[in-house]
């Protein structure tokens, strides 16, 4: 898995960025796919950056995503590549 290290308690929290509801946002932690890393870290999505499922296309794929400032359009199996721990509005 291409990650920084992160407690066994935070990798409780961590979802797939595939597994989000349209609005939810979440915060990006890690990568499972040393190759697909680097293409979106190339389009803006790097650890820390704040995401929110914005669409999700009527058969559920491909999806949308605001990510750094701009909508970016993924297919589920990218998606599911992305770790990210899910922000809980209160």
Do not use: H, W
Request: glycine share 6%; hydrophobic share 45%; with cysteine.
């Amino acid at each position: 898995m291409f990650t920084r290290m992160t407690n066994a308690k935070k990798d409780k929290e961590l979802k797939n960025l595939s597994q989000l509801q349209i609005g939810q946002s979440a915060i990006i932690d890690s990568f499972t796919d040393k190759i697909m890393a680097l293409k979106l870290l190339e389009m803006g999505c790097t650890p820390g950056e704040i995401v929110t499922l914005d669409r999700v296309a009527p058969m559920g794929d491909p999806i949308a995503i605001l990510v750094s400032g701009y909508l970016l359009s993924l297919r589920k199996a990218e998606a599911s590549t992305v770790l990210v721990s899910p922000i809980v509005v209160k």
